[in-house]
Structure formats: C-alpha cells, structure tokens
C-alpha cells in the first residue's frame, strides 16, 4: 500500500491530496489504540512493586483488574452508540481525554481501592477502542479491503501490549511506578491533540480526493439511521448472526485478560522472573499478537484462492484457524521450560489476534453502518464478561491450585467458539467471489 503524496494540483481550498489517505487514518487510530494498550497494561507491569508497596493481596488485585472489565463490559455498548450518534471524532476523543486522565491519576493512588476505583473509569472510557474500530473500518474502507483492514487495526490492540513492558519499565526505572503512570497517560493526551487536529469523516476530509472516496463508498451502503440506545440494543439482539460473534468473543477473551492482566504475575510467580527479566520476554506474546492481526486478513485471501471460499467464509476459516492455535495455551501445563512457556504463550496470542480481528471483520460485514459501532460495542461487551468472571476466578484459585487448569482451559475455549461461529455466520453455499 503506497502512502506517496498525490501530485495532483490542490484544490480550491488549498489542500493536497494524499494518495490513499485510508491507510493513513487507519494508521491514525492505531497509534491511538497503541497509547490506549499502554496505558491499560501499565498496571499489570507494575504489579509486582504495586502488590509488595501497597500490601495487595492476589484476590484483591484480581478485584483491581475486575474493576477495569467490569466498567469495560458495561460501557462498551454505550461508547459504541455515542459513536455512532455523535460520530467517530468527538465520540472517541472524549473517552480518550478520559483515560488520560484517569491514568495520570494513577500515580496518586494510596491502597487497592483507590486503584480500584481509577481503574474502573479508566475501563468506562477505554472501552470505545473497540466500537470505534469497527467504525473507522466501516467508515473509510469498502467491504473488499475490510478484512486485510481489520487485521491492520487489530496491530495496535497488540502493538500496545507489546510496547508496554519495555516503555513501563524504563519510566519505571527514572521515574518510579508514580511516574510511569504519568508518563503514560501523557502519551495519551499527546495522542489527543493528533486526533483532533487530523481526523476528519472522509466526506469532510480536505485531504480525501474525489477518486478515492468513490473508491470508498463504491458498495453504496444506505446512509446511517441514528436509533435510540436502547432500542439499537433490542434490533441487534433479535439477529442471530450477532450470536455468531458475540459467543466466540466470549469464549476469546479470557486469554487475551491473560496476557494483558496476569502473564507478568504469572511470570514472576511461576517463573521466578524479576521486572527485567519480565520486561526482556513479556512483550514477545505481543509480537506474536501483532503478526496474527496482519496475516489475519490475508489468511482470508488464501482461503479464497485455494479453496473458492465465499468473502464471509474465508474470514470464518481464517478465525477457526486461530481457534486451533489456541490450543498452545493447554500446552503451558506440560512444560517446565520459561522459554517454551514464552513460545506456546506467544503461539497462542498469534491465534487469538487471528480471532479478534476476524470477528471485527464480520461486524463491519454483517451489520450496517449506523450500527457497527454499537454491535462491536455490545460484541466487547460479550467478550469482558468472560473477561471480567475469568480474572475473579483467577484471583481466588490461582493460589490454592495453580495456573496450569486455567491454561488447559484457555486452550480450548476457542474450539467451543469456533462452532457458534460456523453455525451462525458460516454460508451454506459458496457464492461467487467478491471482485
């Protein structure tokens, strides 16, 4: 994808085009998506100092956790209709204004309740990343370039994760876990003023040339209808195909609250691993979760090419090819060896990006734009209650039998997914592939 400015004369008002301006936003909102991840992980990499200074206990900390998933789970569905009312620009820079904020307040938190507390609207305002991606996916690509899209946007959910332990420590190092959280949470208002200054919907983009918004609206998609909250809720919920994304995302999430949450503890704990040695192998999972979310998109095209799989049937086998990677994660239980836990661990954040990705493909496939924001919102929502219940479990079983049941689990939660999702959104036909 080229990136070259477009030597087209400017036009009236003054501004160039930008050739293929899409992947420009889309690389926009990465970066977002990136501060968003290193701000939510900052937690879980000073978890350590945090639980030893503040006298935390593991149950207590899995409540801190619990407080950010439970506010990620409720506000989801809401982030993603204000979006969608309000629209992309204002709707997502507000809540990123607000976890900003609550991140830098971080730094001040004296007990395990304070933390708890923060964390908890902290996870309110960061829960638009998710609709929001499914909006920018609708709203700047044709339906043909929106699975190679999606696995590109899925980059900064795990870009983030992966930058996060080298970025924390190192703030950690000059300026305490006080200061790392600060220096977090300005990157994210940094992040902020880039968004307001360069976003703009592609019909009032003074970048976007003619040419490649016909390229963008070519589907000719009906105009958005704008529903009351509750009654997009209600028209969503009587679609069966949403089933088909909501349970795997259910079935998904526990292991991704995993890497994101526990695996730095888990390392530290199991592993005997002090906060630079976490910091040198904990971003690898995220390496790996990075490569899943770009070859995710075009795993599809293989799938289309060799086996004459329909658009929405080579996302569904892209996905349950990243449900049978998942099953690395059971393998974490037979092995004794760090390093082998790091390689199956990051095997299996490669298949789950491979997952999420493919799911917010068929949202931006299934549903219309007026909604997608809102059904990706209620699809995380799905996904952070499992999220949210897995972390208590942790919390309160982690120390009497181990971690080892709960990654046989995770390694096979995605299977369970994968048959919802074949049931649901499958087609029972091949249909003649989309130009």
């Known amino acids: 994808m080229s990136l070259n400015i477009d030597n087209a004369a400017p036009a009236a008002h003054g501004k160039r085009k930008i050739k293929n301006l899409r992947w420009w936003v889309l690389g926009l909102f990465l970066l977002g998506v990136t501060v968003n991840y290193i701000t939510r992980n900052s937690l879980g990499i000073l978890a350590p100092e945090l639980k030893a200074t503040m006298g935390i206990t593991t149950e207590q900390y899995s409540w801190i956790v619990g407080a950010f998933q439970l506010a990620y789970t409720i506000f989801q569905p809401l982030c993603g209709w204000l979006i969608d009312v309000i629209g992309l620009k204002v709707g997502f820079l507000v809540c990123a204004s607000i976890w900003a904020l609550m991140c830098i307040l971080h730094a001040g938190a004296g007990s395990w309740l304070h933390l708890a507390i923060l964390r908890f609207f902290m996870g309110a305002s960061e829960a638009a990343a998710t609709p929001a991606n499914a909006k920018t996916l609708g709203e700047w690509f044709p339906k043909k370039e929106r699975p190679i899209a ?96 909501a349970i795997p995302a259910f079935m998904a999430e526990p292991a991704w609250a995993v890497l994101s949450f526990w695996v730095p503890l888990y390392l530290a704990k199991e592993r005997g691993m002090d906060l630079k040695q976490i910091a040198m192998f904990a971003w690898l999972p995220f390496l790996a979760a990075d490569l899943g979310s770009i070859a995710s998109g075009y795993l599809t095209r293989v799938y289309t090419r060799l086996f004459g799989c329909s658009r929405v049937n080579s996302v569904v086998a892209s996905s349950v090819t990243g449900a049978f990677l998942m099953i690395s994660l059971a393998l974490v239980a037979l092995t004794k060896d760090p390093y082998i836990t790091i390689l199956l661990i990051s095997i299996g954040g490669f298949g789950h990006q491979i997952i999420s990705c493919m799911l917010s493909a068929l949202v931006v496939e299934s549903f219309e734009k007026g909604q997608m924001a809102t059904v990706n919102g209620m699809r995380g929502s799905f996904a952070w209650i499992a999220s949210f219940l897995f972390s208590l479990l942790i919390g309160v079983t982690a120390d009497k039998i181990g971690y080892n049941p709960l990654f046989i689990a995770m390694g096979f939660f995605d299977l369970i997914g994968a048959i919802f999702l074949v049931a649901f959104i499958a087609e029972r036909r091949n249909k003649a592939r989309a130009a």
């Open 150 to 245: 999606a696995g590109w946007a899925g980059v900064g959910f795990s870009i983030g994760a992966m930058l996060a332990p080298p970025i924390i420590v190192i703030a950690h190092s000059y300026l305490g876990w006080q200061g790392a959280f600060m220096f977090s949470g300005v990157l994210a208002l940094l992040w902020v003023v880039l968004w307001w200054l360069f976003y703009y919907d592609p019909e009032q983009h003074p970048n976007l040339s003619k040419t490649e918004l016909d390229f963008i609206k070519q589907d000719n998609e009906p105009a958005p209808v704008k529903l009351p909250f509750f009654t997009a809720l209600k028209t969503v919920g009587k679609n069966k195909r949403f089933y088909g994304i």
